[in-house]
């Protein structure tokens, strides 16, 4: 589970105290992941990036509708919850990682940035729990 910026204004070298002015607004992202795959290779891409593994929404938040500041981000799945924190302890704030990003990728309107993903993911688990066929995963 996590929170998702959209992109609504481009650019490059954007500065941390102007980050937000390119923000439209946010949604939900899941990072599903194959432990399997990712394990088999050197990359990370086979194992994130298999065709629906990247679910957001369904919804859009504007900017102006949401406090970023302490937003909370939970995940369950089959009603169980697994994840549930805020983001208040995002390793890197949003107008940091809009900073960072933009210093080697410009960024336009639509592109989605992935905050990151708290602890509780299936992996994280002794032993492992991980996702089947059936599971229901609400973000």
Do not use: M
């Not at 949401?66 to 369950?76: H, K, Q, R």
């Amino acid at each position: 589970a996590e929170l998702a910026v959209v992109i609504g204004k481009a650019g490059r070298f954007i500065t941390a105290e102007r980050a937000l002015d390119h923000v439209f607004g946010y949604t939900v992202f899941n990072d599903v992941t194959a432990r399997d795959l990712q394990k088999k290779h050197k990359q990370w891409f086979l194992g994130k990036g298999i065709d629906g593994f990247g679910p957001i929404g369904p919804w859009i938040v504007t900017k102006d509708e949401l406090d970023i500041a302490n937003v909370e981000i939970t995940c369950t799945v089959n009603g169980e919850e697994r994840q549930k924190t805020s983001t208040k302890d995002l390793i890197f704030d949003i107008p940091t990682l809009i900073e960072v990003i933009s210093r080697s990728v410009t960024l336009l309107p639509g592109d989605i940035i992935a905050t990151g993903t708290p602890a509780g993911v299936g992996i994280g688990f002794e032993p492992p729990r991980f996702l089947k066929d059936g599971d229901k995963v609400v973000v």
